[in-house]
Antibody, heavy 119, light 108 residues
Framework: QVQLVQSGAEVKKPGASVKVSCKAS????????IHWVRQAPGQGPEWMGW????????TYAQKFQGRLTMTRDTSISTTYMDLSSLRSDDTALYYC????????????WGQGTLVTVSS | ELVLTQSPGTLSLSPGERATLSCRAS???????LAWYQQKPGQAPSLLIY???RRATGIPDRFSGSGSGTDFTLTISRLGPEDSAVYYC?????????FGQGTKVEIK
């Protein structure tokens, strides 16, 4: 069955960077875009961007341009989300989600990774 | 940037009642690329409806989506205790995705 398994919780200081991983299994890794979505406590989800696991191409939301990097390692079916210059308002649950091939919604989600930014 | 506004913020209803959730877009949603997700505490969002009105696999027919353009609706025809959750709409347009702020459904 399709699974997206994320790395564990992180605690970072303001100004630091965080790298979260998302390992895919149960389907052809190169066949579906992977998106990253974050959710601050008590808030709705916020779309951050996507990566094409086949080509490595990326698109980021304007808000994160310059401090967000998404990469992938096809040998281990894993995508990575790297967010730099962390601020306290980056504290959130970070999810990876799989986009279906034929439309623009997300059919499988990771379990979420809590990133806490605190001095 | 397209903004999705959901209403009401909270809906408190009794089992068996009908819930009607609204999602309004600030601009026309491309080709009705509008989805609805359910999120329960401690869980990731889970897909209910896609392309405005198509039910995802395994979703009971109590859940239905409708609308087009800028106004969309999620209807839960007969509420059960298991439907207590926050519901989010999400749209795609111009290579970007946007979520609404959510409607919390409480079962009395």
């Amino acid at each position: 069955q399709v699974q997206l398994v994320q790395s564990g919780a992180e605690v970072k200081k303001p100004g630091a960077s965080v790298k979260v991983s998302c390992k895919a299994s149960g389907y052809s890794f190169s066949g579906n875009y992977i998106h990253w979505v974050r959710q601050a406590p008590g808030q709705g989800p916020e779309w951050m961007g996507w990566i094409n696991p086949s080509s490595g191409a990326t698109t980021y939301a304007q808000k994160f341009q310059g401090r967000l990097t998404m990469t992938r390692d096809t040998s281990i079916s894993t995508t990575y989300m790297d967010l730099s210059s962390l601020r306290s308002d980056d504290t959130a649950l970070y999810y990876c989600a799989r986009q279906v091939r034929t439309s623009y919604y997300f059919d499988y989600w990771g379990q979420g990774t809590l990133v806490t930014v605190s001095s | 940037e397209l903004v999705l506004t959901q209403s009401p913020g909270t809906l408190s209803l009794s089992p068996g009642e009908r819930a009607t959730l609204s999602c309004r877009a600030s601009q026309t949603v491309d080709s009705d690329y509008l989805a609805w997700y359910q999120q329960k505490p401690g869980q990731a969002p889970s897909l209910l409806i896609y392309d405005a009105s198509r039910r995802a696999t395994g979703i009971p027919d109590r859940f239905s989506g409708s609308g087009s353009g800028t106004d969309f609706t999620l209807t839960i025809s007969r509420l059960g205790p298991e439907d207590s959750a926050v519901y989010y709409c999400q749209q795609y347009g111009g290579s970007h995705w946007t979520f609404g702020q959510g409607t919390k459904v409480e079962i009395k």
